[in-house]
């Protein structure tokens, strides 16, 4: 028997009756909706034998000035554009199976907003891919998009301002019409690739673990440069870095975990991730497109505590695109042939549960609320969250998890804003070396902590960052790992 199959057997049981199963619905996937890949017997041999195709497509997203740009505490309005933001499109068929992944440059997207452009997809793209993923980069200096509801369905009832800035709902129809129209391009365009190849190399110099242990024993996001009361990290990045390399196509897809949020200010830019790309193009050829997807990075970003001359702003974006890509060129060099015997994608949708504050933490925030004393803690309690949340109807919230095979390699996709650790979890329990994890994929939930996470404390556990459960992020990475042993089977 070989590895895979015993893992999968072994796993077998758990699939079956584990504490994790209750929580996972199976949901079809078809046509820009969600959906599932299965063979009749005897199919298997022949898709193996089809050709396997991949094209790229983008489209400008850019909004207009004026708009609101999600990412801090206040509504910032754009007054320029530093670079265009992007939707740009991987597109890979095999036999009858299809898959569309979508880059936005976008702090984040609602899952109702991806369900629009899966129904753009549906009705513009002749072939129509099977499943389309739509994946944000996390750029702090993107284009606001709607909540999905808000951060609860009655948030806007419980505290109005929990958000601030504008949806331009004109903007949100451009960014649905042009998204599907560049994924029917790619569609049209799919023609073969003669050689993909799979290249891991490893940057550990832009990416920082942004949650440090104190003195005091407390655990704090972003303490300060050179403040004397850290001790430590709290946890380590992943410096990994793939790179799936078409060559037939002239595509070069990097995956790496970083949050893009170090251009600040006010005019709209992808932030580093437009940096690699142009670095990339310049030492491969124009005529080379790039897509980057960022992994798990929600505890992940490029301060460096210990750097005190560190900046920030544009300049900063470029150093650590132009680092990004060094470190892709060099991976470039070394790598294996990617056999794609098989491309295959499912989804689910797993039930998250909401928190619920104390009833003392409720009343602190009542009083702070009433008072004005530091109701916006940064590493603290926010209060306005927990009032939302101690007051909200809902009690959960579907996320959609799912997971691509591509041959050998496994890609998981979650949707908010993933510890690191959830990460190495998924790949842990995956058949499929690598696997790499996707965050803030078909929808925005927030940040999703481990259950450690949220002992430890920091911003990405409070109630403003992270409104579900402590087992939340645990049950999707579970959900995950069973989609991936499904594609195995």
């Given at each position: 028997?070989?590895?895979r199959?015993k ?5 077998e ?24 890949a299965?063979?009749a017997p005897?199919?298997?041999?022949s ?8 094209a790229?497509?983008?489209a400008d997203i850019?909004?207009?000035l004026?708009?609101?740009m ?9 007054t320029?554009?530093?670079d265009p ?10 036999g ?10 976008l702090?984040?997207?609602?899952a109702?907003?991806?369900?629009r ?13 099977r499943?389309?993923?739509v994946?944000c980069?996390?750029t ?5 998009v709607p909540r999905g ?10 505290y109005?301002?929990?958000f601030?800035?504008r949806?331009?709902e ?6 649905v019409?042009?998204?599907a ?7 049209r ?8 190849t799979?290249?891991e190399?490893?940057e550990?110099?832009v990416a ?11 655990v ?5 440069r050179n403040?004397p009361?850290?001790?430590r ?15 037939s196509r002239?595509?070069v ?18 932030d ?5 790309t142009?670095?990339?193009?310049q ?7 790039v ?5 798990c ?13 560190q900046?920030?702003g544009?300049?900063?974006?470029r ?8 470190a ?13 015997d ?6 689910t ?8 504050p104390?009833?003392?933490e ?18 603290g309690l926010f ?9 909200t109807r809902?009690r ?6 799912a ?15 993933i510890?690191?650790?959830?990460g190495?979890e ?12 996707l965050g ?5 939930m927030?940040?999703?902590p481990?259950r450690?996470g ?22 999707w990475?579970?959900?995950a790992?069973r989609?991936?042993?499904r594609?195995?089977?």
């Amino acid at each position: 028997m070989n590895v895979r199959k015993k893992r999968r057997s072994a796993r077998e049981g758990e699939r079956r009756t584990g504490a994790v199963g209750r929580w996972v619905r199976p949901i079809c996937l078809g046509f820009g909706l969600l959906g599932v890949a299965c063979l009749a017997p005897g199919q298997e041999a022949s898709l193996a034998d089809a050709p396997f195709q991949a094209a790229y497509d983008e489209a400008d997203i850019t909004p207009p000035l004026g708009g609101s740009m999600p990412g801090y505490f206040k509504d910032r309005q754009a007054t320029g554009v530093l670079d265009p933001l992007k939707a740009k499109v991987l597109y890979l068929r095999k036999g009858g199976d299809s898959v569309a992944l979508v880059a936005c440059d976008l702090i984040g997207m609602d899952a109702g907003t991806v369900a629009r452009i899966r129904e753009a997809v549906a009705r513009t793209a002749r072939p129509a891919p099977r499943h389309v993923w739509v994946h944000c980069t996390h750029t702090h200096t993107g284009a606001m998009v709607p909540r999905g509801g808000g951060f609860t369905s009655d948030a806007a009832t419980i505290y109005p301002d929990l958000f601030p800035g504008r949806v331009d709902e004109e903007w949100v129809r451009q960014l649905v019409d042009r998204t599907a129209q560049a994924v029917a391009r790619a569609a049209r365009a799919a023609a073969d690739e003669r050689k993909l190849t799979l290249h891991e190399g490893e940057e550990r110099t832009v990416a920082h673990y942004r949650r440090f242990v104190m003195k005091d024993g407390t655990v704090r996001t972003n303490p300060g440069r050179n403040n004397p009361e850290v001790v430590r990290p709290a946890g380590e990045i992943d410096p990994r870095l793939h790179v799936l390399k078409f060559e037939s196509r002239r595509i070069v897809t990097v995956l790496y975990g970083l949050h893009p949020d170090t251009v600040g200010g006010a005019q709209y830019s992808a932030d580093y991730p437009h940096f690699l790309t142009e670095t990339l193009r310049q030492s491969l050829g124009s005529d080379w497109r790039v897509v980057f997807l960022n992994t798990c990075c929600g505890n992940i970003n490029h301060i460096n505590v210990r750097n005190p001359a560190q900046k920030g702003g544009p300049d900063e974006a470029r150093r650590i695109g132009a680092t990004l890509a060094g470190a892709t060129l060099a991976a470039l060099k070394e790598g294996k042939e990617l056999r794609v015997d098989r491309l295959a994608a499912e989804s689910t949708r797993v039930a998250s549960k909401l928190r619920r504050p104390r009833p003392e933490e409720a009343a602190e925030a009542e009083e702070r609320l009433r008072t004005g004393a530091d109701p916006f803690s940064f590493n603290g309690l926010f209060a306005p969250a927990v009032r939302v949340l101690a007051q909200t109807r809902d009690r959960e919230h579907p996320a959609e998890i799912a997971a691509l095979r591509l041959g050998d390699f496994g890609l998981a996709a979650l949707p908010g804003e993933i510890f690191v650790e959830l990460g190495r979890e998924v790949e842990a329990g995956s058949p499929f070396q690598p696997t790499r994890t996707l965050g803030l994929t078909n929808g925005s939930m927030g940040y999703i902590p481990t259950r450690q996470g949220y002992v430890e404390g920091g911003y990405e556990a409070g109630y403003r960052s992270a409104r579900y459960e402590p087992e939340n992020g645990h049950r999707w990475a579970a959900a995950a790992v069973r989609l991936l042993h499904r594609l195995d089977e």
